[in-house]
């Protein structure tokens, strides 16, 4: 027989601690966009099936669970991904501004997981620029990520950068290519297939490019030579390099330096058919998949009668805070012995009023045996006055 307290696989509780850990870097990260100009969205949790998968969303069609509105009879959708509502919200909404600077945090639901252990239920917190064309924004977008990486305390990390226009431009020479298996044996490295996928193309200077472009990874300072080396017959293909290399050394990106390794990966082809241009991927030490993912995706809204260039990030607050595990420190409280008393009232009051948690303890509940907290110090009554003490004195 089930155990009907079992959850569905890829669902998990969040237990106090986590729940604690999530929730402080929640606001912490949502502070930090608020404080840099972004503005805080909220879409809904189900909107009209046609709505969620219309345009670039249309890749998350095997991801998003769906049903039937009782109301209007039409399809519904979970939203699996966050990003195309607040295309829809920046096309639709507020169309009225030039530029938007949004940002967002709730949870999202997919049929399957990221990865062989992910969560079929991210919490995605994430920014986005729209109305912006120029590398300024991806900068922005960038620097950002990065510091809200460095907030979660996830230790070394490294940053991927890879422009999905340079195997746009090799691949539209090489007519009735197999796009979907050049992508895909391009992203694992597997040369002896590509080779063999590409052979009826051989004589095809872009089909030697595309192989060269698995060779185009690590710092700039070798990547990109390589990468010029290998498509200086393509005029277009160089500017977008020149673009990768500008952007590497942007101060605000170099301030990240002695924390963050800046690497180039010019194989790195994921999300080919939603992202348009620049793309990027950070990793941590001793964490095989990416922590944090972002890029290009100009023509966002398109479907909702406003093309826009855009260019943002999202992570797994989930994934951020399992990564944290163990290393946060247990919180600190005050713990008050149970008492109607006005006198103590206040003084507890005041005490979390000036942002102190006060634990008022139940009757009979042991102060020696709270779990998941720290007790340091204690309430008191000494000679008729509630006094704050250490906890042992």
Wanted: aromatic residues 4%; hydrophobic residues 45%; negative net charge.
């Amino acid at each position: 027989m089930k155990n009907r307290w079992l959850l569905p696989e890829g669902i998990s509780d969040l237990l106090p601690a986590e729940a604690r850990d999530l929730e402080h870097l929640r606001r912490t990260l949502l502070d930090g966009y608020v404080r840099h100009g972004f503005e805080l969205v909220l879409p809904p949790l189900v909107e009209y099936l046609d709505s969620l998968l219309t345009g670039q969303g249309g890749d998350l069609d095997l991801k998003t669970f769906k049903l039937v509105d009782q109301l209007s009879g039409q399809s519904l959708g979970v939203r699996a991904d966050i990003t195309p509502q607040v295309s829809r919200i920046d096309a639709h909404l507020l169309q009225h501004r030039s530029v938007n600077r949004l940002c967002y945090c709730a949870s999202v639901l997919r049929t399957r997981p990221t990865g062989l252990e992910g969560s079929r239920e991210p919490i995605q917190i994430g920014a986005e620029i729209y109305g912006h064309a120029g590398i300024e924004a991806d900068i922005e977008i960038i620097d950002l990520l990065l510091q809200s990486l460095e907030q979660a305390g996830l230790g070394t990390l490294r940053l991927d950068i890879c422009h999905l226009g340079l195997a746009s431009l090799l691949l539209a020479e090489l007519p009735g290519i197999d796009v979907d298996s050049v992508l895909e044996l391009l992203q694992a490295r597997d040369l002896p297939a590509l080779r063999e996928l590409l052979a009826p193309w051989q004589a095809q200077p872009a089909a030697a490019a595309l192989l060269a472009l698995a060779d185009c990874y690590g710092p700039a300072s070798v990547a990109l030579p390589r990468a010029r080396a290998a498509l200086q017959a393509w005029p277009a293909a160089l500017a977008l390099l020149d673009e990768l290399d500008a952007l590497l050394g942007a101060a605000r990106l170099q301030q990240h330096a002695s924390r963050v390794s800046l690497a180039i990966d010019l194989a790195d082809v994921r999300g080919f058919r939603y992202h348009t241009g620049l793309t990027f991927a950070v990793y941590v030490s001793g964490h095989a998949r990416a922590v944090g993912r972002g890029g290009r995706y100009d023509g966002a809204g398109a479907a909702f009668g406003r093309a826009r260039p855009a260019t943002g990030f999202s992570l797994d607050l989930r994934e951020l805070v399992d990564l944290r595990r163990g290393t946060q420190p247990v919180p600190a409280v005050i713990t008050a012995p149970w008492s109607d008393d006005p006198a103590l009232l206040a003084l507890i009051a005041r005490l979390r009023d000036d942002g102190q948690t006060v634990l008022q303890l139940l009757p009979g509940q042991d102060a020696a045996h709270l779990a998941g907290v720290h007790s340091d110090r204690t309430i008191r009554n000494i000679d008729g006055q509630w006094r704050l003490t250490g906890k042992d004195s």
